[in-house]
């Protein structure tokens, strides 16, 4: 089939987490960097999805096991483990 459907998103799911005070001073110290670099307001909660966003993907291990795991899945389902299962919501 030449056309690619785009997966179905699936709905954002709610994550607390309680970070380190060392880490949180880093994040907020990131922003002040990205503010000054891209000169656009950024929040923690954006830079932290795309952070996580970014690590995932870049995983090449991850990715190879999620490639091999799908393969050996039924159809139903692969939509979901595409996109990682669940989707996250950083508050």
């Known amino acids: 089939m030449k056309l690619r459907l785009k997966d179905k998103e699936l709905p954002p799911a709610q994550v607390r987490l ?13 922003l002040v960097y990205l503010r000054g670099t891209s000169h656009r307001e950024a929040e923690l909660k ?3 999805l795309e952070m996580l966003r970014q690590f ?3 995983d090449r291990h991850f990715r190879a096991w999620r490639k091999e795991r799908a393969g ?3 159809e139903s389902g692969l939509a979901e483990r595409r996109n990682g299962g669940v989707g996250a919501k950083i508050s």
């Open 18 to 30: 309680t970070l380190p005070g060392s880490l949180k001073a880093s994040l907020d110290e990131y």
């Open 46 to 48: 954006e830079v932290a």
């Open 72 to 74: 050996a899945e039924p």
């Open 56 to 58: 995932v993907e870049s």
